[in-house]
């Protein structure tokens, strides 16, 4: 800073002021989106609690929940980034399968059932998203193709490429040890890896984008583009980075789902790119760009998953979860939109 | 008359078919306040963004204190000494004032956490409040988002934010353009202060008591080139809107280096 407006004000002054104009934080707290969506969350489990007090309420239904959540979890941390760029990734899924067919061959053509092979087949996993990442960034910033068509496109490369590769059919060998460790080893015999590796790349990645330069670079890139390139900001790297920080994650995701099932499941992550994008949607990112939280994405990814869960265990049909959910993520919008409206009449 | 600071010398820029800049010359002399006007389409914010880095000129020379500089992003210009107050002001409107004020410079956290790209947003925030209050920019509450504020707070933290950091020379393009009377006098006010504190200020306005109120000088664009340049003083407001308007040509004060009007210039 020059010192050309800025003298020194008294200091006893400014910390009165401080005091006037900062926003008290139990207040930014309830007027946060993510509390909400994290109140609907508390509020579905005490519904089922209650219907169903021994089923719904124990570690063992938690555990579950949790586990079929884990790998939507990794997707939807990458997911929360591109769409706080005011972008979208409908390659989550196929990318997932693909790194998970590459990094079985890979495991498989080593052979072996040690810590080496599983490491091997992790990098394999995680280059192979971080390549289709790179290709979407690289397609996004310097091609300046709408991101909803350069990841459709993607889409459909990566998952024809798992097929070529397999020739349709999954691969149903991983080392054996992969299974019985990340695959259903828990913690403490208590929490399962899988879970705890979620959870920790959502901690790592939320504090990331709330502390980080790079995370200010995200917000203001999706919140106004051209502002940020005339701040200097070097926004076509930042997007890049973050498409390839969303394909990485795709990437150990495939590698999880990999440990989990056994096998790379090739047909069976369809709608894994909407799903993580109506996680992170729920969980009060706005798809228009400069608003998010890593929180709000966690608890968007647990009301499909306790939804799913509660239902069956209280008797309801299943498939009601679909619609459900579907009506939270309108809400969600809607209540995004309304924000928006709002600030916009000032 | 000292050298000038910055010098652009025929700039041309297009954009597709329309030539914006048509070899459009331009002088900013040390601790001034100087008035670009023109009409509308003249070509004002073009040469400003040309000069702040935003549009690469497709011909020209910009001497910086004598010296040819290039100027190819805005990073360049600010390594200059160079910053601007846009039209569109250029604020992240999901982020808060001081995250606008410091953004592309953040503040990193000390020792171990900074190294990590941690940001220090306590510290920005309170050196951000210090400047706005030294700016007499009032805001309530500086980690609001800036899409919660009026226009004349947005403008506030645009200007602040410009002053804060130039060493040499603030573009403002039209800065009071969706301000009230109260908010346009802080703004005039604050562009004679930074000019007495040793800035030279470029205005962009359409407002000739504006114009005529603060300004040292006046340079007229008209099509993309300049045709008249006064001193304040010297001149009336009808000769300066004759001037922009084409009534009146050939006004130039230095007619050494001036431009025809309509002159195409490779």
């Known amino acids: ?346 | 008359m000292p050298e000038p600071l910055l010098e652009a010398r025929g700039i041309v820029k297009s954009f597709g078919r329309v030539r914006a800049l048509r070899g459009a010359n331009f002088d900013v002399y040390p601790k001034e306040v100087v008035a670009l006007v023109g009409d509308n389409g003249a070509g004002k914010s073009t040469l400003v963004k040309s000069l702040a880095g935003v549009h690469e000129p497709d011909a020209g020379e910009i001497l910086f204190e004598g010296r040819p500089v290039t100027i190819h992003s805005p990073l360049d210009a600010r390594r200059l000494g160079i910053e601007t107050v846009y039209q569109d002001l250029a604020l992240a409107a999901e982020l808060d004032a001081g995250a606008n004020m410091f953004l592309g410079r953040e503040v990193m956290r000390p020792g171990l956490l900074g190294k990590l790209g941690f940001i220090d947003k306590q510290a920005m925030r309170a050196q951000s409040r210090e400047a706005f209050d030294n700016l007499g920019v009032a805001l309530q509450d500086t980690s609001a988002p800036v899409a919660t504020m009026s226009g004349g707070q947005r403008q506030g933290i645009a200007v602040s934010r410009a002053v804060t950091w130039a060493s040499k020379v603030v573009f403002m393009d039209e800065p009071t353009a969706a301000l009230g009377v109260v908010q346009t006098r802080n703004v005039l006010d604050l562009i004679t202060r930074v000019r007495d504190q040793g800035l030279a200020v470029v205005l962009i306005s359409h407002n000739m008591p504006e114009v005529f109120e603060v300004a040292d000088r006046i340079e007229v664009l008209r099509l993309g080139t300049r045709v008249a340049r006064f001193r304040r003083g010297e001149v009336s407001m009808e000769d300066v809107v004759g001037a922009m308007t084409g009534a009146i040509t050939h006004d130039d004060l230095d007619r050494r280096d001036q431009d025809t009007p309509g002159e195409v210039t490779p």
């Open chain 1, 1 to 346: 800073m020059t010192d050309v407006t800025t003298t020194p004000a008294d200091e006893p002054e400014v910390e009165a002021e401080e005091a006037v104009r900062e926003v008290p934080f139990w207040q930014r707290l309830v007027s946060g989106s993510a509390t909400w969506v994290g109140l609907i969350l508390v509020g579905l489990i005490v519904v089922f609690s209650l219907l169903k007090p021994d089923s719904f309420l124990s570690s063992a239904n938690f555990r579950n929940i949790a586990t079929d959540a884990a790998v939507l979890l990794v997707l939807a941390t990458g997911m929360t980034y591109v769409i706080i760029t005011a972008g979208i990734d409908l390659s989550v899924g196929a990318v997932l399968v693909f790194s998970g067919v590459v990094s079985a061959k890979a495991m498989n053509a080593t052979g072996g059932n040690d810590w080496g092979v599983i490491i091997l087949g992790l990098v394999v996993a995680l280059a192979a998203g971080f390549g289709w990442g790179l290709i979407n960034g690289f397609l996004v910033a310097k091609g300046r193709i709408p991101p909803l068509i350069v990841t459709l496109g993607t889409l459909g490369m990566s998952l024809g490429a798992a097929l070529v590769i397999t020739g349709g059919v999954d691969e149903r060998e991983v080392p054996f040890k992969l299974i019985t460790t990340i695959g259903i080893g828990r913690a403490f015999n208590q929490i399962p890896w899988l879970v705890i590796i979620a959870f920790a790349v959502a901690l790592v990645f939320g504090v990331i984008l709330a502390g980080t330069r790079f995370g200010r670079y995200t917000y203001a890139v999706g919140s106004n583009e051209e502002a940020a390139r005339r701040a200097g900001i070097a926004v076509d790297l930042h997007l890049i980075k973050v498409y390839a920080l969303a394909g990485t994650l795709s990437g150990l995701a495939g590698f999880l789902s990999l440990a989990r099932f056994s096998t790379t499941t090739i047909g069976a992550h369809d709608t894994d790119n909407l799903q993580a994008i109506a996680a992170v949607v729920i969980g009060g990112t706005s798809l228009f760009g400069g608003i998010g939280t890593m929180l709000g994405t966690v608890f968007g990814v647990f009301i499909p998953a306790v939804l799913n869960n509660g239902f069956i265990i209280v008797g309801v049909q299943a498939f009601w979860q679909q619609i459900a959910v579907g009506a939270v993520l309108i809400g969600a919008v809607y209540l995004d939109q309304l924000r928006r409206r709002s600030q916009d009449q000032r």
